[in-house]
């Protein structure tokens, strides 16, 4: 007698009744368990610095969406430069990626006013951030002698 229930579920014949974010959500565990060990981890590992894994985790995930998307603005890019040099078209202001990157690249403030104003909303954020990671870190210190 063969056991189905010994196979993973992607095996099983009940595998194409199950709905697109069924299958997503059982492909999802795996990392959702990572993120839940990294997460939970002792207290020598700060969660400053898990907060920074779990970005590059999230980035290395989202590759395959982020390169044919650069590979789609690069094209768009040299397609713009082409009509602009060659045949005199000129893009839409919504899609005038060549001018919105030349506009980026030379971007400067001029009013030193407002550069203090970022200065000091960065320099905010980050003390903001740092803070409730060392609270969260001091908070499961608290909570490890209190239950040991």
Known sequence: MHKTWNKPFHKRKMWKTVSKPGKLVYYMQPLVEHFFDIWMQPLPFPTILKFIYSCAVIFFIMLPILYPLLVLLIYYGIFQYAGEQHFGLVPPDNWNLLGAANHLWHFEVTNKKYLLFVTMYIDR????????????????????????
């Open 125 to 148: 954020y980050r003390v903001i951030i740092t803070a409730i990671s060392s609270t969260v870190d001091y908070m499961r210190m608290a909570l490890c002698f209190v239950f040991s």
